[in-house]
């Protein structure tokens, strides 16, 4: 009985790994798009904004969330 | 029991590889990517007054289209739709290109979806961009 639930635990972390490694990179993406269309519209010198303001942002979305 | 623990041992040791990989960098310095930035760099210069104009819109689905042909000049509108045309054609293909770059063909829509996004996010305001409802301006 041990013995099986000891490999149904291995299964799952098995799924678990197949999970992680198909999963789609939604935040690199979106890194790289900013990145990209920074350089094609020529937006550098407001980068710095940029991250002021995403931080800004993530600070008021954590408390939120909770 | 001995070998249970060290097969549990091995899957915890591929579960933190998994992990690892978890949050990767997209590749997208390849000269296809380069080259197709620059040609997007140049245009942007003759398209960001119909963005202005509200003749060209950004679309929901990480494209451009014309929105209003009458904000622009007569003579100069089989241009725009060349441009719009230009403009389109080298977005799909860089779409494309990151995906395949980075050795995943089937996320080539994700991305897409990713840079409409983004791209409306960045727009300046007074700019349109295709919203739920039909088109914004922002």
Partial sequence: MKRNSLILLLAAFLTACVTINIYFPAAAAQEVADEIIDDVWQLKQGEAEDDAAAQENTNAETPAEK | ?138
């Fill in chain 2, 1 to 138: 029991m001995k070998k249970i623990l060290l097969s549990a041992y091995l899957v915890f040791a591929f579960v933190l590889t998994g992990l690892a990989q978890a949050a990767p960098n997209l590749e997208i310095n390849t000269p296809a990517i380069n080259a197709l930035k620059s040609s997007m760099q140049k245009r942007h210069n003759q398209l960001a007054p119909h963005y202005q104009s509200g003749a060209v819109g950004l679309t929901k689905n990480g494209m451009i289209a014309i929105r209003d042909a009458k904000a622009v000049p007569l003579k100069h509108r089989q241009g725009i739709n060349q441009l719009v045309a230009a403009e389109n054609a080298d977005r799909g293909k860089l779409y494309k290109e990151i995906a395949v770059a980075n050795g995943h063909p089937e996320w080539e829509s994700g991305i897409r979806d990713s840079f409409a996004g983004r791209w409306i996010d960045k727009a300046k305001s007074g700019w349109y961009f295709q919203g739920k409802g039909g088109w914004v301006k922002k």
